[in-house]
């Protein structure tokens, strides 16, 4: 089987911005809706790990941006699993334009989650085991991002239509919530040139969390954490994004 996985997309109106730029959230969605399609080629569907009370979860994304796809754009996607880890599955993906020049590139480390006890398996003991290769096109696995107190804060509540089918916040809604932080007025005139998120603990239905946030030189951090109330304070999300 052939470890890469290419698949075309056309850049609709329900993935872009207010100015017709690919939404950050959508890189996410993409990696996302294309590893899935691999996985299923390589007979590890949902439902196969299902049945082994296991699911993926992603914890960590990186991602460098030549340019944003605009609306209307055909795009290819490729992507390849990298060699396993001894905690992660690692996995690339670039994204180019019909003329063949690349628009972006990511790096996401995914786990194996027990489904009853939201605990991480170590692929040693998950009996998943993925072919991985090595192209010399993949970027450097991302670091952790260390709690760091920001001077801006305001509350946002998980709702319905932030969840996925594992049941807790899905990881293309973070980056929505980051954009909804800033004006438009901003975004005009900026777009991501690189993004680092840290996925961290779940966030759940009802759960408030607790934005702190600051932009400073065209760097803006981000740290997403429970209040004491809701299940206990932990951090559920960081991130770092360039303009």
Known sequence: MEPIYRREFVVEDGMTDAFCRLRPAQILYLAQ?????????LDLTYERLAKRRLFWAVIRHRCQITRLPMLGETITVETWPMPTTRVAYPRSMIVYDAAGNECLRTISLWVLMDLDTRNMILPGKSGISVQGTLRGLELASPNSLLPKVLGREEV???RFTDLDRN??????RYLDWIDDL???AFHRGHSAREFTVCYLSEAK???ALRLSWELKDEQLLVEAQRSQEEDGAARVFA???LY
């Open 167 to 172: 049941g807790h916040m899905n990881n293309t």
């Open 205 to 207: 239905e009802g759960q």
């Open 33 to 41: 809706e294309v590893a899935g399609r691999h996985c299923d080629i």
């Open 239 to 241: 991130a770092r994004i």
């Open 156 to 158: 946002r509540r998980v």
């Open 182 to 184: 800033l004006p438009s």
